[in-house]
T-cell receptor
Framework: DAGVIQSPRHEVTEMGQEVTLRCKPI?????LFWYRQTMMRGLELLIY????????DSGMPEDRFSAKMPNASFSTLKIQPSEPRDSAVYFC?????????????FGPGTRLTVL | AQRVTQPEKLLSVFKGAPVELKCNYS??????LFWYVQYSRQRLQLLLR??SRESIKGFTADLNKGETSFHLKKPFAQEEDSAMYYC???????????FGTGTRLKVLA
């Protein structure tokens, strides 16, 4: 199993451009999480899905951010328009939630730089 | 509000010295607590969970409900322990994770 897959691994874009980050969770996992990692704020939960349905998007910073999960094997996080302060590493994680303490499995992350 | 606090951004210790990474939490219910670790150029991964009461790579963590703490400890640090460590709380029922801001551990030779 390749684990959680994220693409692209690195993205450099200019302010104002649209950015789309992609995630493929581990097959069989029914929960998916998007996080943002910065030096100042550490790891912040942006949004999470359970059975493809968004459960909590309270961490999404602004309307410029949106996330979708059209099916159990794919999710996107979109930033439109992007700003320099969005520069961070974005992680996707999935879990099976078949037990009380299910582990979250993280992808390698997408390093986003907005110039 | 639910919160996880890691007061130290950076902790440097010498090889062979004891290490303690602090974690305090604020949660109204019965918490499920974890430590995740991110080694250089690797994915964030689970290190240990309090419910298992296990020792992984020599690390242990004890849940102290009175002090609302879940500090990570190791009696003798090794250079390969250098990494970023995150304490996390899982909300029971929602499975939502709340992470601390992380502590970077540097073990010096």
């Amino acid at each position: 199993d390749a684990g959680v897959i994220q693409s692209p691994r690195h993205e450099v874009t200019e302010m104002g451009q649209e950015v789309t980050l992609r995630c493929k969770p581990i097959s069989g996992h029914n929960s998916l999480f998007w996080y943002r990692q910065t030096m100042m704020r550490g790891l912040e939960l942006l949004i999470y899905f359970n059975n493809n349905v968004p459960i909590d998007d309270s961490g999404m910073p602004e309307d410029r951010f949106s996330a979708k999960m059209p099916n159990a094997s794919f999710s996107t996080l979109k930033i439109q328009p992007s700003e320099p302060r969005d520069s961070a590493v974005y992680f996707c994680a999935s879990s099976s939630q078949r037990g009380v303490t299910d582990t979250q499995y993280f992808g390698p992350g997408t390093r986003l730089t907005v110039l | 509000a639910q919160r996880v606090t890691q007061p130290e951004k950076l902790l440097s210790v010498f090889k062979g010295a004891p290490v303690e990474l602090k974690c305090n939490y604020s949660y109204s219910g019965s918490p499920e607590l974890f430590w995740y670790v991110q080694y250089s150029r690797q994915r964030l991964q689970l290190l240990l969970r309090h419910i298992s009461r296990e020792s992984i790579k020599g690390f242990t963590a004890d849940l102290n409900k009175g002090e609302t703490s879940f500090h990570l400890k190791k009696p003798f640090a090794q250079e390969e322990d250098s990494a970023m460590y995150y304490c996390a709380l899982m909300e029971t029922g929602t499975y939502k994770y709340i992470f601390g801001t992380g502590t970077r551990l540097k073990v010096l030779a």
